[in-house]
């Protein structure tokens, strides 16, 4: 086997365990962009720990085949880079969307989500979603809100047993301790 050969094999392999190893893959066509701007996406990616690599598109169709993804020829033609992310489903998506939103030269060609091909759309509604923190932070929340609740109505009917007040008042003071706690709970 010639060297040449050999190294593209190696290449390949690389790119199939990347394929492998990741959760969620986006394919962009980064044509029109300065060298500045795919530095600055390229940090962006990097400081989420996302790899972002261009490859040729034949290793890639190669590394695809070996990696079992179906259906993501079509999109790999012309120059295309590729996101990797071994951890985080939406960051990739979120990531490169906002940076399309603000550099229209860079246009989103396709997604692989847990091995599957997914559209430019699928790839913007992922994109649109909360990050894993805040689905954490939100879920929290809503299991919070039941015992913090019946916590402000223990309170209030204990403050109204101190100063005195009759049993029709214990009903009211609850529900507008409720009121306030709901508007004062901030949106994740």
Known sequence: MSKVVELKQQKADLITEQFNNSVSTIIVDYRGLT????????????????????????????????AGIEGIEEFLTGPNAIAFSNEEVVAPAKIIAEFAKENEKLEIKAG?????????????????????????????????????????????????????????????????????????????
């Not at 805040?134 to 100063?163: C, D, H, W």
């Open 112 to 188: 692989i989500i847990e091995g599957k091909v997914t559209s430019v759309e699928e790839v913007k509604a992922i994109a649109s979603l909360p990050s894993k923190e805040g689905l954490i932070s939100m879920v929290l929340s809503v299991l919070q809100a039941p015992m913090r609740n019946f916590a402000y109505a223990v309170k209030a009917v204990g403050e109204q047993k101190e100063t005195g007040t009759e049993a029709a008042a214990p009903a009211e003071a609850p529900a507008a301790e409720e009121t306030a706690e709901v508007s004062e709970t901030p949106e994740a």
């Open 35 to 66: 060298v500045a701007q795919v530095t600055e996406l390229r940090k962006q990616l990097r400081e989420a720990g996302i790899e972002f690599k261009v490859y040729k598109n034949t290793l890639v169709r190669r590394a695809a085949v070996a």
